[in-house]
């Protein structure tokens, strides 16, 4: 039995119905996806606390996602300071195109993963 909890950089508060932001330090919000054994579980959208900063945003929103104990990252394009964190943590960055549903995103994720 695997379990995952996959973060989507996202729009809004769809939630599972929301779409993958084109941005991930100043993405709107995250999308929190819990899932064992390839089942979706359950799913939590969290505020961007930097969305509005000028400067650095990407290793914040990356150090929020390691605290919520995050092990894969879903998102369009990561910025050098915040891929380096997420490595430095063991969290697997995945590239999505933007505007593709979260549900379907993270089903595409798990699928690219070895079993």
């Known amino acids: 039995m695997r379990k995952f909890r996959i973060a989507v950089a ?3 508060h769809g939630g599972l119905e929301d779409v ?19 089942e979706i579980k359950g ?9 509005s900063y000028k400067y650095g945003a990407g290793p914040i929103v990356a150090k929020m996602l390691v ?8 998102a369009t394009e990561l910025g050098p300071g915040a891929s380096a964190l997420l490595e430095q943590h063991n969290v697997t960055a ?3 195109k933007p505007g593709t549903g979260v549900e379907e995103s ?6 690219k ?3």
């Open 10 to 12: 996202t729009e809004g």
């Open 20 to 38: 993958v932001s084109e941005v991930f330090g100043r993405a709107n919000t995250f999308t929190i996806v819990d899932v064992d054994d390839e």
């Open 43 to 51: 799913a939590k959208v969290l505020e961007n606390p930097a969305v």
């Open 67 to 74: 605290d919520e104990g995050v092990n894969m990252v879903l």
């Open 94 to 96: 995945i590239t999505v």
């Open 106 to 111: 993270v089903s595409k994720a798990l699928s």
């Open 113 to 115: 993963i070895e079993k």
